[in-house]
């Protein structure tokens, strides 16, 4: 069992940045592949990126060179640096452990990107 809690959302003005956090219950060293999803407003949840345990990184087109994911295996955390924010990247990003063949999710956090 793995319990993930997102923070750092908010209101962003276009152009600006967010850091998130997913901070989980267990070490994610052991955890094959940590991501981020978001849900946008009348849409099916969708990849944003993920990190494997080797370090390698797979990213959405529409987030390539704006959006970061990172993990501190010390500090069981797993990052998305979102910079030059855009209104469309408004949804709610919910972070994902793949572990021992199961999905976990954490409960989201909201970004709104909005002048």
């Known amino acids: 069992q793995v319990q993930l809690v997102e923070s750092g959302g908010g209101l962003v003005q276009p152009g600006g940045s967010l850091r998130l956090s997913c901070a989980a219950s267990?070490?994610?060293?052991?955890?094959?592949?940590m991501g981020w999803y978001r849900r946008a407003p009348g849409k099916q949840r969708a990849l944003v990126a993920y990190?494997?345990?080797?370090?390698?990184?797979v990213y959405a087109d529409s987030v390539k060179g704006r959006f970061t994911i990172s993990r501190d295996n010390a500090g069981n955390t797993v990052f998305l640096q979102m910079n030059s924010l855009k209104p469309e990247d408004t949804a709610v990003y919910y972070c994902?452990?793949?572990?021992?063949?199961?999905?976990?999710w954490g409960q989201g956090t909201q970004v709104t990107v909005s002048s």
């Open positions: 994902n452990a793949n572990y021992l063949l199961k999905n976990y």
């Open positions: 990190i494997t345990t080797s370090g390698s990184t």
């Open positions: 267990t070490s994610i060293s052991s955890i094959n592949t």
